[in-house]
């Protein structure tokens, strides 16, 4: 499965961006996806993440009522809404998948990465 992030960018604090990641290739192994962020000098963390099913999602406590996480199947692209942007929240924001196919097995793919900047 191959993932390619789009959407970020420079947005004062109060603002929204929406981060999309399209991914293609085997997609019908994915069981689930997320979005991770890492800033400079800090860990990679997770952001938000959902079951393929979408009856399952789980959000950071830094970003519950701020950010959405979505997925469009018929598009095969998952989506974060995020509004009410602080500082804290830039980083460069990681696409995620997990899944499993008779010719791989298990596999964790990721995107190349997409910067969000907030400036105060």
């Known amino acids: 499965v191959h993932l390619v992030e789009s959407g970020g960018g420079l947005v004062q604090a109060g603002g929204s961006l929406r981060l999309s990641c399209a991914a293609s290739?085997?997609?019908?192994?994915?069981?689930?996806m997320g979005w991770y962020r890492q800033a400079p000098g800090k860990q990679r963390e997770l952001v938000a993440a959902?079951?393929?099913?979408?009856?399952?999602?789980n959000y950071a406590d830094s970003v519950k009522g701020r950010f959405t996480i979505s997925r469009d199947n018929a598009k095969n692209t998952m989506y974060l809404q995020m509004n009410s942007l602080k500082p804290e929240d830039t980083a460069v924001y990681y696409c995620?998948?997990?899944?499993?196919?008779?010719?791989?097995?298990?596999?964790?793919?990721w995107g190349q990465g997409t910067q969000v900047t907030v400036s105060s």
């Open positions: 995620n998948a997990e899944g499993y196919d008779n010719v791989s097995g298990s596999y964790t793919s």
């Open positions: 290739g085997s997609t019908f192994s994915i069981y689930a």
């Open positions: 959902l079951a393929s099913g979408l009856r399952y999602t």
